[in-house]
Nanobody, 113 residues
Framework: QVQLVESGGGLVQPGGSLRLSCAAS????????MTWYRQAPGRQREFVAT???????NYADSVKGRFTLSRDNAKNTVYLQMDSLNPEDTAVYYC???????WGQGTQVTISS
């Protein structure tokens, strides 16, 4: 069974940083596209960033220059480094494997002073 498990969320002050991890099991993610989404209270789930099997990345305009997505195929894990966080980044962050279509359970990120 393919599973994705996110971790690394928490409460940080504005301007702070967090690194989220998405660990896969039941499948090797090497060569596969992995994507992060987020959903804030009362809002639709939105795209954050994606990384292809060749490690090409694409980011939502709202996080470009602040977030960095990377992958470690040996650890079967992708990482979302989030810097210069602001309250608008508060959301549940989800990892998604596109093929097959599998979502993680999400990890809460809260930015507040």
């Amino acid at each position: 069974q393919v599973q994705l498990v996110e971790s690394g969320g928490g409460l940080v002050q504005p301007g702070g940083s967090l690194r989220l991890s998405c660990a896969a099991s039941g499948i090797r993610i090497s060569g596969k596209t992995m994507t992060w989404y987020r959903q804030a209270p009362g809002r639709q789930r939105e795209f954050v960033a994606t990384i292809t099997g060749s490690a090409s990345t694409n980011y939502a305009d709202s996080v470009k220059g602040r977030f960095t997505l990377s992958r470690d195929n040996a650890k079967n894990t992708v990482y979302l480094q989030m810097d210069s966080l602001n309250p608008e980044d508060t959301a549940v962050y989800y990892c998604r494997l596109l093929i097959p279509d599998v979502w993680g359970q999400g990890t809460q990120v809260t930015i507040s002073s």
